[in-house]
């Protein structure tokens, strides 16, 4: 499992009380980004972190300026479901000067947005429309073109705060098509739903707005079976 911080919405204060639920939570790796924030932002929230956790931080990026290079990894998404070249090659090449000079790890990353039943700001910000939840197909054959291109990881994303987290017959079907790992995040918000995702064959769940809302929610994650 793996939690999203969002350097828009994070506290700096409250860092390292957060941290000490995310470590009791067993998530293994603490994303950041979401949001579209200045830069220095981005990187106070990572060295805040740095001090109270050795867990990866990896970059979720909503565009080229939330690089940090304090950070461990990039998740280097492309926008595969929409047809905006902005998210699908432009702000890759804006990044690259940060990445020239960074030590990042770079994980090319296709991004699906698949319709998690209200409008989420990826589909704001990008001006792109999620694919829809009963094109299958459509969806199995964008994460396996990700694959072919190269990307080295598939994200299926129902949208922050969505109302349906992305559904487990979608997952699997993804999932026996490509042969790289397959994220999955977007309105998970209760054991049940992360347990479905999981055994739907999501190789890492995302929880972000979760987390934020209620952080009673660490304890429940940290007494089931490991994820
Ligand atoms: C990361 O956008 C998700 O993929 C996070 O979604 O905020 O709904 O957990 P939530």
Same mark, same amino acid.
């Given at each position: 499992m793996a939690v999203l911080l969002d350097p828009d919405k994070e506290a700096i204060e409250t860092v390292e009380l957060k941290m000490k639920q995310i470590h009791s939570s067993g998530a293994t790796h603490i994303f950041v980004g979401g949001s579209s924030v200045p830069r220095q932002q981005t990187q106070q929230l990572v060295l805040e972190i740095k001090k109270y956790s050795e867990l990866p931080v990896v970059l979720f990026p +909503? %565009?080229?300026? *939330? !690089? $940090? *290079?304090?950070? %461990?990894?990039?998740?280097?998404? $492309?926008?595969? $479901?929409?047809?905006?070249p902005e998210y699908l090659i432009e702000q890759h090449v804006r990044a690259i000067p940060q990445l020239l000079s960074a030590g990042l790890e770079v994980i090319p990353t296709g991004y699906l947005l698949i319709d998690g039943g209200s409008e989420s700001s990826v589909e704001r910000v990008s001006g792109t429309l999620p694919m829809k939840t009963d094109d299958i197909e459509k969806i199995v054959h964008t994460a396996k073109a990700g694959e072919l291109l190269g990307m080295k990881l598939i994200y299926l994303e129902a949208?922050? +705060?969505?109302?349906?987290? !992305?559904?487990p017959k979608i997952i699997q079907a993804v999932k026996e098509c490509v042969d790289i790992p397959v994220i999955v995040g977007g309105g998970i918000s209760n054991k049940t739903q992360m347990k479905a995702a999981r055994s739907a064959g999501a190789d890492m769940v995302v929880l972000g707005t979760a987390l934020e809302q209620n952080t009673g929610i660490f304890k429940p994650f940290q007494q089931q079976e490991s994820f």
């Open positions: +909503g %565009d080229a300026t *939330q !690089i $940090s *290079q304090v950070a %461990d990894g990039l998740l280097f998404l $492309s926008l595969l $479901s929409g047809r905006n949208g922050s +705060g969505a109302l349906h987290p !992305i559904a």
